[in-house]
């Protein structure tokens, strides 16, 4: 095989000008690639042809091969490829992976850092380990048996880490015939369950890793296939845009005091832009000042961004220690002691509820407790796992669990999937120093256990007020009642909201809406879209509607409130008599078609996960006092349906 032009032109260059070889070299774009599958769906091997066609293995390591593949060989050939990064004895022993592999190597236009991961259940945390610093996910299928269950307990744990591009590779192509027909099998089954799953780019590409076909050179045999090679796109994939370079996040590492005369702070940027002259705080203690001067390897600066190792020093003397972190004065994380976080156990001795563990968030190491594990998650179905028993109070190796960590000092911290930075921790054995477990944070606020039964303070008594129902509603000329708007996104609710809430007024009755987006902004944004943080969202506003309707305020809420149970636990704290369902019963297809806020357009491209008909369930009113489809009436009209109800009731006395 001839050598590839870029080899000849980098050997030419190395011998005339080394100093500009280096340069091109450093200054090259660095890919991290995670590789993952089921047992033998060929990861190794892949990995072995790539750097075996693109003229990356010493001669000495060929040999080496060479001699192993007589004896380890799975290939019935002389050369496997696996075998270049079948490290272990162990591995070549049984033919598969065990530990994480890494392989360096570059081309002219990349450099790459590629994880080998291992495909069995038990060695989950080796995965996660490999992914957690991956840009790409490089998920392997065999065409014989297309997507199984570990394709998907892969590519979920590959979504849970935030990795954003795929490319999934259906190898051994040329044990199905390359066959056409089975590859658009595959591709469809995959697209089918990876919807809710948060990947931003997915690319499919038929191959034969042993062969090497499509795998550096395009494959006669599957001539049907136009798209690129798996080298070709690796090269050419964009992930520039994948670094969070908006949240400013810079975590002190160390203070520098080489003198009297100069107080610097180092460490590495975690993400975003930070320039001379910006204003910044410092975490926790919300102290500001400005950036002075920023110092690199090679002197001074005038901006820095993430990734890069600096010093920074500030035009005021605050206080400033390692593990604080400087942000900026107007674009502040979240600071607390307490959040959800799904973790990857990973020791034998099991993860306790209740019980001490060191959290190294950035760079700082808190003390903490597991408080809580709300649940376990079953990797292979990517759903909660219903065969544990309703309370979790451990975590066994290589399981994920979503769990409630409360710290004895606050942290500055995001979630993970806006910032890998500043949105995972690990969790440290106190007395062995081992680390034992990873977390992602997903939520900077707990639903804690018995949301919406007892309260956690007991020393409380309930007050009468010496105003009666009764007082008010003479007052007032109505009753306090709650019109609750349930339907799906796009279906209407929010126009017969307004409808209604302007016809009462015009009526002279106080009346006021709980809208679903605007309740988030500010009494729920601490809530997310999980089914325990739907039914606490539901569950604060029902709390909140209960106590306008005691003032004898009509409330209007318009809400998808997606599940039966959270709608009946509403209707108990606001009461039978006071609580009237709508269902604004208006087809998906019709709600997709309106898409007033572009959601189902980004859900179903997998932007938006866990949403409400496309990912997520809706569980449609059994017995609504009223039901209406917006396709067949007007705003108006339905307005005038629910306040004839309304006087049915007895709820409008005035007029």
């Not at 799953?197 to 191959?207: A, E, T």
């Not at 076909?213 to 599957?222: I, K, P, Y």
């Not at 309740?519 to 909140?544: C, P, Q, T, W, Y």
């Amino acid at each position: 095989m001839s050598e590839p032009t870029y080899k000849i032109q980098e050997e030419e260059l190395i011998r005339s000008d080394i100093a500009e070889y280096l340069n091109r070299h450093e200054t090259k774009d660095l890919l991290r690639i995670l590789t993952c599958g089921s047992v033998d769906d060929g990861k190794s091997t892949l990995i072995g042809r790539l750097l075996y066609d693109s003229h990356m293995i010493y001669e000495d390591q060929l040999e080496k091969v060479a001699k192993d593949s007589k004896v380890y060989g799975t290939t019935d050939e002389d050369f496997d490829p696996a075998l270049l990064t079948d490290g272990l004895k162990a591995e070549r022993e049984q033919g598969i992976t065990i530990d994480v592999a890494y392989r360096y190597f570059s081309t002219d236009k990349r450099k790459f850092i590629i994880s080998d991961c291992p495909g069995h259940e038990q060695y989950t945390r080796n995965m996660a380990t490999g992914a957690s610093t991956c840009n790409l996910a490089t998920i392997l299928i065999d065409a014989r048996y297309g997507v199984i269950t570990q394709t998907k307990r892969h590519s979920f744990i590959c979504s849970l880490l935030g990795i954003k591009h795929v490319v999934v590779a259906v190898n051994k192509m040329d044990l199905v015939d390359w066959s056409e027909e089975k590859y658009n099998e595959i591709v469809k089954d995959y697209n089918a369950f990876v919807s809710r799953l948060g990947f931003s780019d997915i690319h499919f590409i038929p191959m034969s890793a042993l062969k090497g076909d499509n795998v550096v050179d395009h494959s006669e045999n599957l001539a049907w296939y136009d798209g690129p090679t798996f080298l070709h796109h690796l090269e050419n994939v964009n992930i520039s845009t994948d670094r969070n370079l908006i949240d400013m996040r810079f975590p002190v590492q160390y203070v520098l005091r080489p003198n009297l005369d100069f107080r610097g702070f180092s460490g590495t940027m975690a993400s975003g832009v930070v320039r001379v002259g910006d204003a910044v705080a410092s975490l926790p203690s919300r102290q500001t000042s400005k950036i002075k001067e920023i110092y690199g390897p090679d002197g001074t600066m005038q901006e820095a961004f993430a990734g890069q190792a600096i010093t920074v020093t500030l035009e005021h003397e605050i206080d400033v220690s390692r593990g604080n972190m400087l942000v900026p004065v107007n674009n502040v994380p979240h600071i607390g002691n307490e959040f959800e976080a799904m973790v990857v156990w990973m020791h034998e001795g099991a993860a306790e509820a209740g019980k001490s563990y060191l959290i190294k968030h950035t760079s700082a190491i808190v003390p903490g407790v597991l408080s809580d594990i709300r649940y376990k998650v079953d990797v292979n179905s990517m759903k909660r796992d219903k065969n544990v028993e309703e309370t979790v109070t451990s975590l066994e190796l290589n399981e994920i669990g979503r769990c409630h960590i409360t710290l004895h000092r606050p942290i500055a911290f995001d979630p993970y999937d806006k910032n890998h930075g500043t949105g995972a921790f690990i969790m440290v054995d106190r007395l062995s120093n081992v680390t034992i477990g990873a977390g992602m944070i997903v939520d900077r606020i707990v639903s804690k256990p018995g949301h919406g039964k007892d309260p956690v303070s007991r020393n409380i008594v309930k007050s009468e007020s010496l105003v009666s129902a009764d007082d008010r509603a003479k007052l007032l000329g109505q009753k306090g009642a709650t019109i609750w708007l349930t339907g799906l996104s796009g279906s209407g609710k929010s126009t017969v909201a307004q409808q209604l809430e302007k016809e009462l007024m015009a009526q002279g009755h106080l009346c006021y809406i709980l809208d679903g987006d605007n309740v988030r902004h500010g009494l729920n944004r601490d809530l997310g879209f999980s089914m325990e943080d739907r039914k606490e969202n539901i569950r604060r506003i029902a709390e909140v509607a209960a106590l306008m309707n005691n003032a004898g305020i009509i409330v209007i809420t318009s809400f998808i409130s997606p599940y039966i149970s959270d709608r009946a636990a509403a209707r108990e704290v606001i009461g039978d008599d006071a609580f009237v369902e709508v269902f604004i019963d208006t087809p998906l297809e019709i709600c997709e078609q309106r898409d007033p806020k572009g959601l189902y357009k980004k859900a179903r491209t997998g932007e938006i996960q866990q949403f409400t008909g496309i990912s997520d369930p809706y569980e449609p009113p059994q017995d609504a006092e009223l039901s209406m489809d917006t396709q067949n009436i007007e705003p108006d009209a339905a307005a005038s349906l629910i306040i004839d109800d309304l006087k049915s009731r007895g709820v409008l006395t005035k007029g």
